[in-house]
């Protein structure tokens, strides 16, 4: 079961930065490009970002394109959202998935296993 558990999320005031994770416990993500993606209430889930396995490519949504940084650490089984000047708008429940492939679309249709739980960021003053 590809299945990722998110955490990191939280309130914080436009302009302010926060960084998620993405973690695996029952497999090891360094084969797999990993996608993050995000629902904000009465909206269609949307591709944010997403990374190869290796990290060495990067696809951004040209809503957080010099806001938001993927990366991963395959030692620690881990990807990472680090999200910078954050903006009412971003706020959304944020999912990880593993992302067949890693293309500039962000499709959700193209993530793999089944959605976690999310984590909850809420920007606002």
């Known amino acids: 079961q590809l299945q990722l558990v998110e955490s990191g999320g939280g309130l914080v005031q436009p302009g302010g930065s926060l960084r998620l994770s993405c973690a695996a416990s029952r497999f090891t993500l360094d084969y797999y490009a990993i996608g993050w993606f995000r629902q904000a209430p009465g909206k269609e889930r949307e591709g944010v970002t997403c990374?190869?396995?290796?990290?060495?490519?990067?696809n951004y949504a040209d809503s957080v394109k010099g806001r938001f940084t993927i990366s991963r650490d395959n030692a620690k089984n881990t990807v990472y959202l680090q999200m910078n000047s954050l903006k009412p708008e971003d706020t959304a429940a944020y999912y990880c998935?593993?992302?067949?492939?890693?293309?500039?679309?962000?499709?959700?249709?193209?993530?793999?296993?089944?959605w976690g739980q999310g984590t909850l960021v809420t920007v606002s003053s």
């Open positions: 990374i190869s396995s290796s990290g060495s490519s990067t």
């Open positions: 998935a593993v992302l067949d492939p890693c293309s500039a679309s962000l499709n959700p249709k193209n993530a793999l296993g089944a």
